[in-house]
């Protein structure tokens, strides 16, 4: 046998490991409330996967908040976020399962993330995951964030490993253009209002579940 082409996973965490989009949306209500806006289901889902700075950014400009309520309402959407996950996140299924599928068979371990570094702390440690880990990678501080394909890169970067050498575990699809743009192959859990749709096409497999993943779709994608 040679060298497997794959030895490397990376994981997303909002939506993917934790099922926190419901709590960003709620933090995200909590905060716009105050300043007399409400976002639809639908709109929401087209900043899903952005990461706070500019969702928060996104969603003021097009209700002519003034910009220097920025920062305050970045800071604000995350704390109220950190408090409802501590609170009440729930894993999502099958997390438990793919992190030992992918110890068992040696593979290096990442999560890549568009929250802030304390969020990824916290829920790293509600999922139980921590000794599974070799890096954590935030694109927070970053120039770019997902669809860019930064902190994938950055993630691959700090586990020693080329991108190409990667697989990465996405639910949306800012996050699956990120992945894609950083050449790894891209496993979408979309979820399940949205796994019907065909712009998961880009993906190299989609799941309804991380527990469905197994030893066959290791091979294929590999």
């Known amino acids: 046998m040679g060298k497997r082409l794959l030895d490397t996973v990376i994981f997303d965490m909002d939506g993917l490991l ?5 709590l960003w949306a709620e933090a995200a209500d909590e905060l716009f409330s105050k300043y007399g806006f409400k976002l639809s289901h639908e709109q929401y889902a087209t900043t899903t996967g952005l990461r706070t ?40 299924p099958g997390v438990g399962y793919i992190f030992d599928f992918f110890a068992q ?22 999922c139980g995951i921590r000794n599974f880990l070799n890096a954590t990678a935030s694109a927070g501080q970053l120039a770019y964030g997902k669809p860019h394909p930064q ?18 575990f996405e639910d949306s699809f800012n996050g699956m253009i990120a992945a894609k743009a950083a050449r790894m192959k891209c496993v979408v859990v ?33």
């Open 190 to 222: 979309p979820h399940h209002s949205q796994l019907k749709e065909e712009r998961w096409g880009a993906a190299d497999l989609k799941l309804s579940s991380l527990q469905n993943f197994g030893q066959l779709h290791l091979d294929i994608i590999g």
């Open 18 to 22: 934790i099922d926190s989009e419901p």
């Open 105 to 126: 068979h040696e593979f290096k371990i990442g999560l890549a993330s568009s929250s802030p570094q304390g969020l990824i702390e916290l829920v790293v440690d509600i």
């Open 53 to 92: 700075r500019e969702f928060v950014q996104w969603w003021f400009r097009f209700h002519n908040i003034p910009e220097s309520e920025d920062p305050k309402g970045e800071q604000e959407i995350i704390q109220l976020v950190s408090d409802k996950v501590a609170a009440k996140g729930k894993i999502m």
């Open 151 to 168: 902190v994938y890169l950055d993630c691959a970067a700090k586990l020693d490993v080329a991108p190409t050498s990667c697989i990465a």
